[in-house]
């Protein structure tokens, strides 16, 4: 049995056309602005441009249709990494007795979607989307890195479980997303859907992209905050 890597790839999560209409609206927009890391801009570690699309309501759309495309490669990858929500958490399912049964990892395989989704609800939320460009044989992500780390805005970046990317377009060589400790390098390919770990264990970084530049929709899906799963009453 070959020992997983927890990275995974979805090919065609969302349309070639879905991509182009997001890179002509990303390409038109007022909005650009530098690419940031969590300490701030910095382009010897990311040079790109972005726009954090979550903070404009004229992005509302785009940000569903997204979250829709991750929504449906995140319910396969819980059904085979079930311990991304066990493993933190006490999760029981109501019997038809009425009694309280503790949730495994074949339980939650188990579970049809309607169910599943129910699951995810309670445990995990969307993160804020980002889309980027990395101009040709400029741009890139070089610096090694996580998506978990503290910051002073309540420790968001803790609760990342994983993160995830959406390649917008693949007209380009390189550019692809290397991960350290796996010895892997992800192809982008358009409408392909990238998940894995947000952890130091999946330390990764943006190859820059040569002869084109690299467009990509970029987020994570968090935790919920205690006072959500924990709350009283």
Not at 188 to 194: A, I, N
Request: aromatic share 10%.
């Amino acid at each position: 049995m070959t020992t997983p890597d927890f990275i995974e790839v979805y090919d065609q999560a969302l349309s070639p056309a879905a991509c182009r209409v997001l890179i002509e609206r990303f390409q038109a927009s007022p909005r650009l602005q530098r690419g940031e890391t969590g300490s701030g801009v910095d382009v010897t570690m990311k040079d790109s441009w972005d726009i954090a699309i979550s903070r404009h309501p004229e992005w509302a759309d785009a940000c569903e249709q997204l979250n829709n495309a991750v929504i449906t490669g995140f319910r396969h990858y819980l059904r085979r990494y079930a311990h991304l929500a066990l493993a933190p958490l006490k999760l029981q399912m109501q019997r038809p007795d009425g009694t309280l049964a503790l949730l495994d990892a074949e339980g939650v395989g188990a579970l049809n979607d309607e169910m599943l989704m129910g699951l995810i609800a309670k445990v995990f939320r969307p993160g804020a989307i980002n889309l980027q460009r990395y101009t040709a044989d400029q741009g890139g992500y070089p610096y090694w890195h996580c998506e978990q780390y503290p910051r002073l805005d309540q420790g968001e970046a803790l609760h990342r479980a994983v993160l995830w990317t959406i390649y917008l377009n693949d007209d380009f060589a390189e550019g692809e997303t290397e991960f350290l400790y796996q010895g892997r390098k992800i192809v982008p390919r358009t409408g392909s859907l990238l998940i894995a770990p947000g952890g130091f264990t999946h330390t990764h970084r943006g190859n820059r992209p040569r002869g084109g530049d690299k467009f990509i929709a970029t987020s994570w899906v968090l935790y919920q905050r205690a006072e959500s799963l924990f709350k009283q009453g």
